[in-house]
């Protein structure tokens, strides 16, 4: 089945994806450089939140979430979801090379089962291709 979304439809499943492969490697990032934290320092999440990553990661984060919610008021979850799958590659990416993480070939094989999982889902119907609720939507159908 072929997806006809508009460009700023693509655009905000492209802001879903980096925002949120951004936002959570700064995250780690910072979070790497605050320490351990656990229930008897629990003093540590407030200087966390004095590190630009964490706070960089947050924003971004905040953004995935506002792009999340608007792409869900125009398509099914089973839809989006699948679309963020691609993150996990961005995330690989990041972890590789900016964090200096170790990634195994069966971290590389299970991203890779996810993303061609992924095709399977998103190849199905979704609520983006009904026109009776394009019509419901505009106002016509009321």
């Given amino acids: 089945m072929k997806h006809k979304l508009k460009p700023s439809q693509y655009a905000v499943l492209l802001a879903i994806m980096l925002t949120a ?3 959570d490697s700064l995250l780690a990032r910072g979070m790497a450089q605050v320490g351990h934290v656990d229930l008897h320092h ?8 004095l590190n ?6 947050i924003v971004l984060l905040i953004g995935f979430f ?6 869900l008021s125009w398509a099914d979850l089973t839809f989006i979801m699948p679309a ?6 961005v995330i690989a990416f990041l972890g590789k090379v ?3 993480e ?4 069966s971290r590389w094989l299970g991203i890779a089962c996810i993303v061609c999982a992924v095709g399977f889902v998103a190849g199905g119907p ?9 019509l419901m939507d505009s106002g016509v159908g009321r």
Avoid: I, M, N, Q
């Avoid at 629990?42 to 939140?49: I, N, P, Q, T, V």
């Avoid at 630009?52 to 990661?57: F, K």
């Avoid at 979704?126 to 394009?134: I, K, M, N, P, Y």
């Fill in 66 to 71: 506002s792009a999340y919610t608007t792409a």
């Fill in 21 to 23: 492969s951004v936002g």
């Fill in 52 to 57: 630009p990553y964490v706070d960089l990661g």
């Fill in 42 to 49: 629990l003093g540590l999440l407030f200087k966390a939140l």
């Fill in 98 to 100: 900016w964090l200096h």
């Fill in 102 to 105: 170790t990634l195994t070939w």
């Fill in 126 to 134: 979704s609520r983006t291709e009904h026109g009776e609720l394009d």
């Fill in 84 to 89: 963020t799958a691609f993150g996990y590659v």
